[in-house]
């Protein structure tokens, strides 16, 4: 054992303007749980510009000490850039300090950097995982137990992750309940991670952003989705949709059959391969719900399923429902919201 | 959703398009008070229905399945949902092009249909994406069309239920059919419960399932067809509609094509046979697509994606045209390809209707709609009756050989004497060790294996020289040996031994069993004093006459069950053994018929006990020129008349073993039957062919006692020439009506009042001499014409065909049976016969059950 | 140019998803299989791109049973030109184990003068989706690797990249060779052709059973997640359910009155 942190368990925590990102917080909760069930040191590591600014604000969720890196402003302190930089300086980590556990949000920047700390470092990584625990009879230095997500969440997997050093991340939604009450807050111990020596891996960089196209609300973050599957029929009906979307100040989404048949661009796409919503109501048309589509929409408060099947899957995971046929229904809830002068909520 | 009502008039379990017609049809005929269910959602519930291509060939392969068919399709015309695009088959080899002059010759005797072989070139005309090369011609069926089943079915549902007689609820699995004594009660369901006592499976692949629940089985299992679907098409992106050009089908690779909107889906009868098992059906949760939607298997379809891209390169050639539907469509297959329909004989008032065709359902629903309402089944119906089957056809392992040997067989040029290989040795005759011995060539019928002739009969050949008039075409000769005729002529020169073990038989027994079988019968059976019939005069039909004086209560009467509209449903031989015992004896493949009709026509009072014998006799034939001097010899009995009167019956010995001997004169001169118990068949017939030795006695086989020797005797066939509506009148068997009553007195009397539009006449082939100048022989169902091709129609428009055919070698002429419209039914009418597309002149011979061939004096005993 | 394309087979799910008895598999005894839905996308991008750079070849590559190879013929069929399987029983690898496997096989190809200028993977398999595959490929290769990839373009020597970021899309340089990780929405993967199909199936798979190397997790069992058992609350039938549904998008505060 080498250094500060041997044994211990680490937090890769992601934040913007200073503030820890909500994801990596609830990775923080799981990994409490791990450490205390350990007996270990929760420590956390923080890369980039606002790195030190977000690791005392850590200091409030009970962490003691955080690694930080590239803390400068401008290119220095923008390590994503080079995706190939934030995975090295956690390997360096895991190297010099073999921590018990590495553990980060199953975000994509948090995956893929875990991942490719993994892979220098050639420990294990069990991805988006639900908990982890030790495993029952087994050495907690050498093995711990895991519940991770297979088919994006559709079915769960009991694992063994077997090392003195392993990596974990933590999917969306795990870690909200359950959490370990925060230790009192102190300002943390700042260490800054040494520099492994050498040039950095910057043969693939980021060389432009291309914004969002301004206006129009964004799949991901809309309030309200009006999903068309295969029950809209063809292209030409969607027009439906859309309208119904506009008076609720929403936007479109849709099922893998219509980008498969080419009715819609993927990115409108709900499910596992396509984008994760979670709006306060989904209004799934003529969607029969596809467990792939299911993943992609869970995240909803609410789902209102509308569609001639009483007995179609997604009928199983909706909070509201109407049996009928949509090119009867949607017209008549837009007529319905059209007399009655509905406009979108706040 | 409403409610499940408690009871119901009727309980129909399905919605596809056979259950959906079918519950049209019972509101039509009066029934109210329907329950539909299915467990799945409408307007597509799941099933075969769904994924069908929903063809429709107009002609279809026989004269039934057309029948059908062309009702069908006036019905999907009234709601809208058929399309007529034309049909049309490819022919890649000669022999195939020969098949559709054949068919098109079946075709005119069916009705006013078109269809015309067409060349390469027209067919490139027609279908400009077909790569003609490689084809010799095809045929074209210009009223074939594709049919929205799911929209039909929808339509129907909704007119039921508007006219107030349906309930019909989907998503509502059936958990149990409730049984209560061998009679249904009604079902359970995931919803509640329904009472009702007519319950009617239309499940499709869940047939066999849901009819277990009721301690019942039906024999048919689910099956699987490939099909995928192919597109964008480049040469549909334009064009408007879902189809336009004709249905393509290639009999050789077995796989069609249809377009359907921008893509052309082609579906295989091609593959491997893949059949499936009830509980291997996922469920609608279950399934990605239907249940009946099953995974693809692509190695299986390759074979048939070269057919589909050799004729169709233009369209398929095409990296842009991707296959984007693939599926193992799941639907039923049953033993003999047809339709199974009637009531569940474990359990009445359960109904099947099951491996109906979308081109079917809507006919079928309306012929069981009738039956069920009117308890009188159609005869339209009798080749797919539930009730066909005899116990080794319900078996599960011949139910699959057979449905897996009529897969590959799918589309083969159907010959009428074909035989098939799988499942055979059913059941053997008690003298079948013998028979074999002799090299019988053995052909099935009911499961019997029956000789059609024996090659231990050779050397006859040398014997009767070109007198056994040979065939030379391949066609004419399929499972025919000119042994058969010699067979026949040493049959009139000597005597001819026949093993009779596989024909059907029934013991009648009981106080009331005389008195009832008269009831069923055309002819006078007698009732409990005896000889009743002798003193009403002539039994009806010239065989049946008793003649001299009847020797007591023992007699043998030929006689018919009809039904109530006078059809006839068999001929047959009824044996008054004793007063109150009697044996009712048909054709083998009467066996299955006559139980049911008998069976349902029992007495419940318990004065008649019925008992299928069948099997349990051995019976043994003899018949020809010196049969009579065969049968003394064997028995011991003395045979010259008046001892031994037509229709006599008498206890002898026969090589040790009691037998009783019956004179039937089955096959026109004087004839004996022997009936024996099972057991003692082989040494009887040991001593019958001993005793024949010097006799010239031979063993014969089918092909010369049921078509050669039957037809110069002007005699009918059992199977052949009952067909088509034609009553015994127009069969020409019909005699003097007697008075006591039996069931179809009344539309027999009709029959006689109005007389015959046709008569069934004998004729004889003038010059059998074809397009090569080789001797063709024609085989059965052929159209009949006057010597200008015009095809022969009756007043009541019945087209007139060949309903079996046969050497007579002791004219040295092929013979022809038909039904001739009455203006031609005279002897010496001149008119042809077409026989793969080309005319052969034909002359009437004989009208009505008039011999050919008259037995030669010393025959007439 | 060359290009490796590593592809999984995996069941097709519908609306339900069954275990097996033990709990180690889905039973998939009613569904069909598939390449993995992001690697479908892999393997149209292949031939897409060698089809334009008007020479090369494109390989498929699959660690997994002997049915596997239905996924090579499937990925041979849409314009594919070589396969290589990597055959096992059945068993799931873990990723330290398949990312191994696979190394071996560009390594092998490298030794027969095949240079992959791409080796493509898809972002996750739809079943296992562990995320590592790709970048444990990359980094025992050293070589550039980018995941998450739904947009790239060849420019000679190097490939432009783009991927959703946290504010928009983000665009790289990767410089060949390298390791791509790419999602579904790349492209539109193409449906095989019947002539596609009838070549594919001419194509010799080159098959070996590799070593499996020890690494991690361990799969213990699979189970479903247990359902809420709510019951859908329905609003209505048909058109007449409109004002029903109106009065809860009113309650929900997404529409104001």
């Known amino acids: 054992m080498s250094g500060l942190g041997a044994g211990a368990v680490i937090v890769f925590v992601e934040h913007a303007t200073g503030e820890p990102a909500p994801a990596s917080l609830a990775a923080l909760a799981v990994a409490r749980g791990l450490a205390d069930a350990l007996g270990a040191p929760l420590e956390a590591v923080a890369l980039g510009e606002g790195a030190v600014a977000a690791a005392s604000a850590l200091g409030a969720h009970g962490l003691g000490v955080v690694h930080v890196a590239h803390d400068d402003k401008g290119d220095a302190g923008r390590p994503f850039d080079t995706p190939a930089l934030p995975g090295r300086l956690l390997a360096h980590l895991l190297v010099t300090n073999a921590p018990r556990a590495l553990i980060a949000a199953a975000t994509a920047r948090g995956t893929e950097t875990l991942a490719y700390a993994a892979a220098l470092t050639n420990l294990p990584l069990a991805a988006a995982c639900t908990q982890v625990s030790a495993a029952d009879g087994e050495d907690p230095a050498r093995a711990l137990s895991v519940t991770r997500l297979r088919w994006g969440g559709s079915v769960l997997e009991e694992a063994r992750l077997d090392g003195a050093t392993v990596l974990l991340t933590v999917a969306d939604g795990a870690g909200a309940d359950g959490a370990v009450p925060a230790p009192p807050a102190g300002a943390p111990r700042i260490i800054t991670l040494a520099d492994e020596g050498g040039q950095p891996d910057t043969r693939v960089r980021l060389v432009e952003r291309v914004a969002s196209a301004a206006g129009g609300v964004s799949l991901a973050e809309a309030r309200v989705v009006v999903g068309g599957g295969r029950g809209v029929g063809g292209p030409d009906a969607f027009g439906l949709l859309e309208e119904l979307a506009a008076l609720l100040g929403g936007t479109v989404g849709v099922s893998r059959v219509v980008t498969g048949a080419g009715w819609r661009p993927h990115s409108e796409q709900v499910g596992q391969t396509g984008t994760r919503i979670s709006p306060d109501l989904y209004i799934a048309c003529g969607i029969s719900g596809a467990i792939q589509h299911i993943v992609g929409c869970r995240g909803a408060r609410a789902i209102l399923a509308i569609n001639t099947d009483r007995d179609a899957p997604i009928m199983a995971r909706a909070t509201y429902a109407v049996v009928g046929d949509l090119h009867a229904v949607v017209p008549a809830i837009i007529a319905e919201l059209r007399r009655r002068g509905a406009t979108p909520g706040a | 959703m409403a409610d499940l009502p408690s009871r119901a008039r009727a309980i129909i379990i399905g919605g596809g398009i056979m259950g959906s017609a079918l519950v049209h049809h019972l509101a039509l005929q009066g029934w109210s008070d329907l329950v539909l269910v299915d467990q799945g959602p409408f307007p597509n519930t799941g099933g075969s229905t769904g994924h069908s291509s929903a063809m429709v060939w107009l002609p279809e392969a026989s004269r039934v399945l057309t029948a059908a068919s062309v009702d069908s399709v006036r019905q999907y015309k009234e709601l809208g949902v058929h399309t007529t695009v034309g049909g049309l088959d490819l022919g890649r080899t000669p022999e195939r092009i020969a098949d559709y002059r054949r068919r098109i010759g079946f075709i005119r005797t069916w009705g006013d249909f078109q269809a015309a072989l067409l060349s390469p070139a027209e067919i490139r005309a027609l279908v400009p994406y077909l790569d003609d090369s490689v084809l010799l011609g095809g045929l074209y069926l210009p009223s074939t069309g594709v049919v929205d089943a799911i929209r039909a079915g929808t339509l129907m549902r909704e007119a039921a239920t508007a006219a107030g007689a349906l309930q019909a609820f989907p998503l509502t699995e059936v958990l149990g059919i409730d049984v209560d004594q061998d009679r249904v009660t009604g079902i359970r369901t995931d919803r509640g419960a329904i009472r009702s006592d007519v319950v009617i499976l239309c499940g499709g692949v869940w047939g066999p399932k849901l009819a277990a629940m009721a301690g019942a089985s039906v024999p048919f299992t689910p099956g699987i067809q490939q099909l995928v679907s192919v597109g964008p098409i480049a040469a549909f992106a334009n064009l408007p509609g879902e189809i336009d050009f004709p249905i393509i089908r290639d009999s050789d690779p077995r796989i069609y094509a249809r377009r359907v909107g921008g893509d052309m889906e082609v579906g295989s009868a091609g593959h491997r046979p893949m059949l499936w098992d009830a509980d291997r059906i996922p469920s609608l949760a279950e399934a990605t697509l239907t249940p009946t939607e099953l995974p693809f298997t692509a190695d299986d379809f390759d074979a048939s994606l070269e057919s589909a891209l050799e004729l169709f390169p233009s369209l398929f050639d095409d990296e842009r045209a991707g296959i984007r539907y693939a599926i193992n469509g799941l639907s039923s297959m049953s033993a003999d390809g047809l339709p199974i329909i009637g009531e569940q004989p474990e359990v009445r008032g359960l109904w099947s209707a099951n491996r109906v065709d979308i081109k079917m359902a809507p006919a079928v629903a309306r012929t069981l709609a009738t039956w069920l309402v009117r308890g009188m089944p ?449 002897v010496g009418a001149p008119l042809a016969v077409q026989y793969f597309g080309m005319p052969y002149p034909v002359t009437v011979l004989a009208v009505g059950s008039d011999p050919v061939v008259e037995p030669s004096p010393r025959t007439r005993a | 140019m060359n290009i490796l394309v590593c592809v999984k087979r995996v069941p097709a799910t519908g609306g339900r998803v069954t275990l097996t008895g033990d709990g180690l598999a889905i039973d998939a005894r009613f569904l069909s299989f598939t390449i993995s839905p992001h690697e479908e996308c892999a393997v149209e991008e292949a031939v897409r791109l060698v089809e334009a750079s008007g020479g090369g070849t494109t390989t498929v590559l699959t660690l997994g049973a002997e049915a596997a190879a239905d996924q090579l013929r499937d990925a041979l069929a849409v314009g594919m030109t070589r396969a290589i399987h990597l055959v096992t029983d059945g068993e799931d690898w873990d990723p330290m184990a398949t990312a191994a496997a696979i190394v071996g096989v560009v390594r092998a190809d490298a030794a027969e003068g095949f240079d992959h200028d791409l080796v493509l993977f898809g972002n996750e398999a739809a079943d296992s989706g562990d995320y590592q595959v790709p970048i444990r490929v990359a980094a025992a290769l050293d070589r550039p690797w980018l995941t998450g990839v739904k947009g790239l373009d060849v420019e000679g020597t190097s490939v432009r990249a783009r991927r959703d970021g946290t504010r928009g899309q983000e665009v790289y340089h990767v410089p060949l060779p390298a390791v791509l990780a790419v999602r579904e929405g790349l492209n539109r993967p193409r449906y095989p052709s019947i002539p596609g199909r009838l070549r594919a199936k001419k194509v010799a798979i080159m098959a070996t059973r590799p070593e499996r190397q020890v690494g991690g997790p361990t799969m213990i069992r699979l189970r479903v997640p247990d359902e809420e058992d709510a019951q859908v609350h329905v609003l209505g039938t048909g058109a007449e359910a409109a004002p029903a549904v109106v009065d809860l998008l009113e309650s929900l505060g997404l529409v104001n009155p």
């Not at chain 2, 005389?514 to 009743?532: K, N, P, Q, R």
């Open chain 2, 378 to 826: 159609e005869t339209a119906l009798q080749p797919f009756d539930l009730a066909r089957f005899l116990p080794h056809e319900r078996e599960t392992s011949y139910v699959k050989a057979r449905a897996t040997e009529m897969w590959t067989r799918m589309y083969e040029r159907l010959h009428p004497a074909r035989e098939l290989s799988s499942a055979r040795d059913q059941r053997h005759s008690p003298v079948h060790d013998r028979l074999v011995a002799l090299g019988a060539q053995l052909g099935e019928q009911a499961g019997w294996e029956i000789p059609k002739w024996y090659a231990a009969n050779e050397p006859l050949l040398d014997v009767y020289g070109s007198r056994v008039l040979p065939r030379s075409h391949e066609w004419d000769a399929r499972w025919w040996s000119p042994i058969a005729n010699a067979e026949h002529l040493a049959l009139r020169d000597g005597a001819g031994i026949e093993d009779l073990s596989s024909q059907a038989m029934f013991e009648v027994t009981g106080p009331a069993a005389a008195a009832w079988l008269d009831g069923l019968s055309v002819s006078a059976i007698g009732g409990a004093e005896g000889a009743a019939g002798g003193a009403e005069g002539a039994a009806g039909g010239a065989e049946g006459a008793a003649g001299g004086a009847a020797a007591g209560p023992r007699r043998a009467v030929r006689t018919w069950l009809l039904d109530p509209a006078g059809g006839v449903v068999d001929d047959v031989l009824v044996v008054r053994v004793e007063a109150a015992r009697l044996l009712v004896l048909g054709s083998p493949a009467s066996e299955a018929r006559l139980a049911q009709w008998l069976t349902r026509h029992l007495p419940t009072d318990g004065t008649v006990s019925l008992h299928n014998a069948t099997g349990a006799w051995a019976a043994l034939g003899a018949w020809g020129g010196h049969a009579r001097e065969l049968v003394a010899a064997a028995t011991g009995l003395d045979v010259g008349e008046p001892a031994f009167p037509r229709g006599g019956v008498w206890d002898a010995g026969l090589g040790g073993a009691a037998v009783l001997v019956v004179r039937t004169d089955r096959l026109g001169g004087p004839g004996w039957e022997l009936l024996l118990r099972a057991d003692d068949g082989v040494r009887a017939w040991d001593a019958l062919v001993a005793a024949g030795g010097p006799l010239g006695g031979v063993p014969v086989g089918s092909i010369a006692t049921a078509t050669t020797v039957r037809l110069e005797a002007g005699l009918r066939s059992r199977s052949l020439d009952y067909v088509g509506g034609y009553g015994l009148v127009e069969a020409g068997v019909a005699g003097p009506v007697r008075e006591s009553p039996f069931v179809g007195r009344d539309a027999l009397l009709a029959q006689v009042a109005a007389g015959p539009a046709a008569l069934l006449c004998t004729l004889g082939v003038d010059d059998q001499r074809g397009p090569d100048g080789e001797a063709r022989f024609m085989q059965g169902g052929e159209p009949v014409t006057t010597r200008d091709d015009a095809i022969l129609v009756d007043a009541r428009g019945r087209r007139s065909f060949v309903t079996s055919a046969g050497s007579a070698p002791t004219l040295g002429r092929h013979l022809l049976t038909a039904y001739l419209p009455v203006e031609h039914a005279r």
